[in-house]
C-alpha cells in the first residue's frame, strides 16, 4: 500500500515536472521561435545571406516573386534552396501592391486597386504551381506583398486556405503560441538596425515566450530596404548561439503552431 502510493505520488510530481517543462517550453521544447524570411528573390539572397545560413545550419523562408530577374536567371540555384531545407513561399508572380500616394513605383498593371479578388487568387494559385515546378511541395505559405491584404474590402486570404498552411502580414507584434494568427502572422521588418537591436527582439521573445518572425529584403544591398552583410553575419552567428531559440522556416513553425492549437482547442 505504501508502495503504491509512493509510486503515484512520484508519478503526480513527474507530471507536473513535465507539464511545467512544457509550458515554459512551448515551441518544440525551446523557449521562443524564430523565423528568418527574405523577400522578393533577388540575387544578394543568393550571394550574401544563403552563404552565412549554411554555414550555421540555419534554415530560412525565401518569399519567392515568380518573375524576378534572379529566379529567371538563377533558377537551378533556387532549386538547390529547398534541396537544403530553405522553404520557397509564394510572394506572388508579379509583386501586387496599392498604388498611390507614395507607392509611384507601383507600375499600373500590378497595382492592387486594378485587380479584382479573382485575379489575384488566379495569381497566387499560378505561383504555387510555378513553385512546385521548383521544389516538388504542395504545402506552401504566404507572405502578403507590401503588407496589402485586401482588393477593395475583400480579405482575399479568407478564400485561400486549403491553398496555403499560413500567411505572413508585417506588423512588428510578438505573439505566444496560443494567439498566432495563422493567416495574420506579424512580422518585424529589417532596414538598418545595428545586430544588437536585432538580438533585442530576440531577447523580447525569449522573455515572452513568444514567435519572433523577422523580415529581410537586401542583404548587402539590392533593396532599399537593406541589412549590411557584416550585421547580417553577426545576428546570424548570435542567433545560433541560443539554444532555447528554435530556428525553422514558417512552414514548419506554422504546421506546429496548428496542431498545438488544435489539441488546445477550448
Known amino acids: 500500500m505504501r508502495m503504491s502510493f509512493m509510486v503515484c505520488f512520484v508519478g503526480l510530481l513527474t507530471g507536473k515536472a513535465v507539464w511545467a517543462q512544457a509550458g515554459d517550453k512551448p515551441w518544440n521544447g525551446h523557449r521562443a521561435a524564430i523565423v528568418l524570411t527574405y523577400d522578393d528573390a533577388i540575387d544578394q539572397h543568393l550571394d550574401n545571406a544563403v552563404p552565412v545560413l549554411d554555414s550555421l545550419g540555419l534554415k530560412a523562408s525565401f518569399y519567392i516573386t515568380g518573375f524576378s530577374s534572379s529566379v529567371r536567371s538563377r ?66 505559405t504566404f507572405a502578403f506583398t507590401c503588407g496589402d491584404m485586401t482588393i477593395g474590402d475583400t480579405a482575399f486570404i479568407d478564400s485561400m486556405h486549403t491553398d496555403f498552411i499560413a500567411a505572413r502580414a508585417v ?16 512580422c518585424y521588418y529589417v532596414n538598418g538596425q545595428s545586430a544588437a ?21 537586401g542583404v548587402g544591398g539590392g533593396n532599399a530596404l537593406n541589412v549590411t552583410g557584416p550585421v547580417h553575419r553577426e545576428f546570424l552567428h ?17 504546421g506546429f503552431v496548428k496542431q498545438y492549437q488544435l489539441n488546445h482547442k477550448k
Open 75 to 140: 533558377m537551378d540555384e533556387w532549386r538547390a534552396l529547398a534541396k537544403e531545407g530553405h522553404e520557397l513561399g509564394n510572394h506572388a508572380l508579379w509583386h501586387p501592391c496599392n498604388g498611390g500616394a507614395g507607392r509611384e513605383w507601383v507600375k499600373p498593371d500590378y497595382d492592387l486597386t486594378h485587380y479584382s479578388v479573382q485575379r489575384m487568387v488566379n495569381e497566387l494559385r499560378m505561383n504555387n504551381v510555378f513553385l512546385q515546378a521548383l521544389d516538388g511541395k504542395t504545402a506552401r
Open 171 to 186: 506588423r512588428a507584434q510578438l505573439h505566444s503560441i496560443d494567439s498566432v494568427s495563422l493567416y495574420n502572422i506579424d
Open 238 to 254: 548570435y542567433l545560433k548561439q541560443q539554444p532555447d531559440c528554435w530556428v525553422a522556416p514558417l512552414l514548419e513553425v506554422a
Open 197 to 217: 537591436q536585432l538580438e533585442a527582439w530576440v531577447q523580447q521573445a525569449r522573455q515572452k515566450k513568444a514567435l519572433l518572425v523577422l523580415l529581410f529584403h
